[in-house]
């Protein structure tokens, strides 16, 4: 059940309620309002990564339906951020029964989903849910289709909580949605039954070493270069981003 309240002001306060608890608690809750402001400052970044195809990714890692599955590929990928191509619509229909509005106010929901969870990459041994965030704003009003660019950088990772803040661009790059201080959480650990895709090694093993060396940044890729040798570069840094001296520049396979 959702309940809409307007204020004086004019900004709308929603809430989701269930029948599990007989619609006496708000389960979430929001404010609509059209005073947003500029999106959150997250460039896009690429480099060098494995091959690999998003569509292969849905089952070993995330684990969504064929509605929302948009994800082509990453850009770039490391342990607090990444860019991704996002696919368009599927067939151009958004989903719902007949008799249904067609109209979106805010835009696509399966690519406003898949801008949430291609974030699980960067903790692909944890599984993340979405349980809040400050803001979430549709900049462009007028229809979007075709690949888009997602770029996300963790802000602050506390415990079992992330925060994120996202952006999503369209055609010559116009921001057509984003999240601030997008908060995930931690609800358990991924399945390690199938072999990992070479693409999350990378944040894995960042994300540990962090975890034991917090003033340590390690950037790590698996990149084309590997792909004759077998052998990944690695590299060490202070919490300054100054490298720091190792006994070797090749991690193996």
Same mark, same amino acid.
């Given at each position: +059940?959702?309940?809409?309240?307007?204020?004086?002001?004019?900004?709308?306060?929603?809430?989701?309620?269930?029948?599990?608890? @007989?619609?006496?608690?708000?389960?979430?809750?929001?404010?609509?309002?059209?005073?947003?402001?500029?999106?959150?400052?997250?460039?896009?970044?690429?480099?060098?990564?494995?091959?690999?195809?998003? @569509?292969?990714?849905?089952?070993?890692l995330?684990?969504?339906?064929?509605?929302?599955?948009?994800?082509?590929?990453? @850009?770039?990928?490391d342990?607090?951020?990444?860019?991704? %191509?996002?696919?368009?619509?599927?067939? !151009?229909?958004?989903?719902?029964?007949? *008799?249904?509005?067609?109209?979106?106010?805010?835009?696509?929901?399966?690519?406003?989903?898949?801008?949430?969870?291609?974030?699980?990459?960067?903790?692909p041994?944890?599984?993340?849910?979405p349980?809040?965030?400050?803001?979430?704003?549709?900049?462009?009003? @007028?229809?979007?289709?075709?690949?888009?660019t997602?770029?996300?950088?963790?802000?602050?990772?506390?415990?079992?909580?992330?925060?994120?803040?996202?952006?999503?661009?369209?055609?010559?790059?116009?921001? %057509?949605?984003?999240?601030? *201080?997008?908060?995930?959480?931690?609800?358990?650990?991924?399945?390690?039954?199938?072999?990992?895709?070479?693409?999350?090694?990378?944040?894995?093993?960042? +994300?540990?070493?962090?975890?034991?060396?917090?003033?340590?940044?390690?950037?790590?890729?698996? *990149?084309?270069?590997?792909?004759?040798?077998?052998?990944?570069?690695?590299?060490?840094?202070?919490?300054? !981003?100054?490298?720091?001296?190792?006994? *070797?520049?090749a991690?193996s396979?």
């Amino acid at each position: +059940r959702i309940c809409a309240l307007v204020q004086e002001d004019g900004d709308v306060d929603v809430v989701v309620r269930s029948d599990e608890t @007989e619609f006496a608690v708000d389960h979430f809750s929001g404010t609509v309002t059209t005073g947003i402001g500029n999106p959150p400052d997250v460039p896009a970044r690429h480099g060098d990564l494995p091959a690999h195809d998003g @569509e292969a990714l849905y089952g070993p890692l995330f684990f969504h339906g064929p509605f929302f599955r948009r994800l082509s590929h990453y @850009e770039h990928l490391d342990a607090i951020g990444c860019t991704a %191509v996002l696919n368009g619509d599927h067939d !151009g229909t958004p989903g719902f029964g007949p *008799g249904m509005p067609t109209g979106l106010q805010f835009g696509d929901p399966a690519r406003n989903d898949a801008t949430i969870h291609v974030l699980q990459a960067c903790v692909p041994h944890r599984r993340l849910l979405p349980v809040g965030c400050d803001l979430f704003a549709r900049h462009a009003t @007028e229809a979007d289709s075709g690949a888009m660019t997602l770029s996300a950088v963790e802000r602050s990772h506390i415990g079992a909580d992330y925060v994120y803040d996202v952006l999503l661009t369209g055609h010559a790059g116009r921001s %057509v949605l984003s999240w601030t *201080g997008l908060r995930l959480r931690e609800v358990g650990p991924l399945s390690d039954a199938r072999p990992w895709p070479r693409l999350l090694l990378g944040p894995y093993l960042q +994300r540990h070493v962090n975890s034991l060396l917090p003033d340590v940044r390690l950037d790590m890729t698996f *990149g084309s270069a590997d792909r004759v040798t077998g052998r990944g570069r690695a590299g060490l840094y202070d919490g300054n !981003g100054r490298p720091l001296p190792v006994s *070797g520049t090749a991690m193996s396979r």
